[in-house]
């Protein structure tokens, strides 16, 4: 049993939807139209276009090709979040480019192997739908980590300097840092996840009931899947946030001036 | 001749930086030294880079060239870690974090270059009453201090550091004139300290004993 298939003429009733936004970006003048347009057309096109991919690549599952994959997707978040870091490039991209690998790939195998307890670990469904997952959480809460941190050892720098003065070491000078970008990136998410089931019913949990599923199936699946995004998010904070200070402070723990981008 | 003990010593430090409209040179071939137990007073009008002055002693700067040496030692970034566990510094309008008062004071002596120091409930006690803070401000958040009270109790967690050596930048500033008096006889008398102070306030200059360098013109006056 699978959800109902949705017609191209079903397709085009949801498209008419939009009439709504549209007449009220118009009535408004929010000058939203064209943004609207533009949005929904784009999704549409990827979408199509990876429908495309995945149909083929699940076709083949080819562990190979499956990986080949899920690196393609890491990449691309790991760019994605190099466009909306506030730092140059060469100070933050090791240290994302690691910290999104290694984390993902830890996390999406342990969860594979011990929690679902799949016999081919390269499965495609679960390697590149529960990788999206992951690595969507990942970008999110990195930008937010990475941003807020040396925005805030900037903005309070003289706090800094005061705490070198003290006779901190590097780690411990940039302890309430660390800690206040840590709960900056995760609570928001925590606060979320608290709140599931009671307002709101996350889509992963939807389209499983939708393509089938029992509820009960669909409710371990996504109790895992919240705790190994959370996990997954903190754990990649981490490293990301350490490793992009060996970079960003002189050899006398001071901030360097030019590791702003622009 | 009498032997002198440099606690700090600048040879032939020169660093410059660039404003908007010109190149601006804060020390040109500068030479300056504190004495060991030494109570020096710096003054010049605002903007001649005084405080460039603490951070360069502080390893927040380095020079463009010339040498500074702590103890006879040239500071490096290697041993910069050591130096500023020497040096208890206090600016104006301090920033010592968010939370409890005596959280923030347990932080700081957390740290592992104080480890080894410690203080008496009573020796916090005999501090903050000299400076006259009432002992409830432990327990408050320290966001409701006010601004002359946070600076005084920068002054007490320095001097509970026993460091050889203190180096204030403006700390009396903020002070009304009597707390100004209380401050500036409390630090000057004590005699193992090193002092140096960089402040507009007259007061200072007038205790005995107290050098003074003039650095614009970068040359002892008293």
Known sequence: MGAVEISIIGLLFGFLLLAIPLIISNWFKLGMGKTTLWSIGRMSVQLMLVGFFLEYIFALNNPWLNFAWLILMIITAIFSAISRAKLKFKIIFVPILIAFTTSTLLILFYFNAFVIKLDYLFEARYLIALGGMLLGNVLSVNITAVNSFYQEIRSQHKFFLYRLAMGANQREALEPFLRRSFQLALLPALAKTATIGVVSLPGMMTGQILGGSSPATAIRYQIAIMIAIYTCGALSVLMTLLLSTKKSFDSYGVLKENIFAR | ?222
């Not at chain 2, 660039?18 to 009008?45: L, P, R």
């Not at chain 2, 409830?136 to 002054?155: F, N, P, T, V, Y």
């Not at chain 2, 193992?192 to 006056?221: A, M, R, S, Y």
Request: one cysteine or more; glycine letters at 4%.
């Open chain 2, 1 to 222: 001749m009498k032997k002198r003990k440099p606690i700090i010593e600048f040879k032939n430090i020169f660093l410059d930086f660039k404003t908007k409209t010109k190149i601006k040179e804060i020390f040109k071939d500068c030479n300056f030294a504190v004495n060991s137990g030494q109570k020096v007073v710096v003054f010049g009008k605002s903007g001649t880079g005084k405080s460039t002055l603490l951070n360069l002693i502080l390893g927040f700067k380095q020079p463009k060239s010339g040498s500074i040496f702590f103890k006879n030692k040239k500071i490096t970034s290697e041993n910069i870690w050591h130096v500023r566990s020497q040096i208890a510094y206090v600016d104006q309008d301090v920033m010592m974090g968010e939370g409890l008062v005596k959280e923030i004071i347990d932080e700081y002596f957390s740290f592992i270059a104080n480890s080894k120091v410690k203080f008496s409930q009573k020796e916090l006690e005999k501090q903050m009453s000299d400076f006259d803070l009432d002992l409830s401000l432990l327990e408050k958040d320290i966001s409701h201090l006010s601004g002359g009270e946070r600076q005084r109790l920068a002054l007490v967690v320095a001097l509970l550091l026993k460091r050889p050596f203190m180096i204030l930048d403006e700390v009396t500033s903020a002070l009304d004139p009597a707390s100004k008096k209380i401050v500036i006889e409390k630090l000057i008398k004590n005699k193992k300290q090193t002092l140096l102070v960089i402040t507009h306030d007259k007061e200072w200059q007038q205790e005995p004993g107290v050098k003074v360098f003039d650095f614009k013109e970068k040359k002892w006056v008293q």
